[in-house]
């Protein structure tokens, strides 16, 4: 499935098919799995509240920037 989404003047464009994490190994050379798994041990029992920021402190700003960076390559070859 395709997701867009506006930021600022541009519509980027994400895909939530599980593909994505074939271009992020293949770009980072890491498995996602490896931020991705503790990151959602986690959240379990996390309020809603809470659960961003779990996410963000476990992930960091630059895990969150790959993973949203190959969403968006899957949608977009351009990107």
Known sequence: ???TVQMGEKEIQFSTSFAWVFIYKSQF???PAQILLPAVRDLQGADEETAGYTLMEKLGFSGVTEISWAMARLADKKT
Do not use: L, S
């Open 29 to 31: 050379g890491k498995d």
């Open 1 to 3: 499935m395709i997701k």
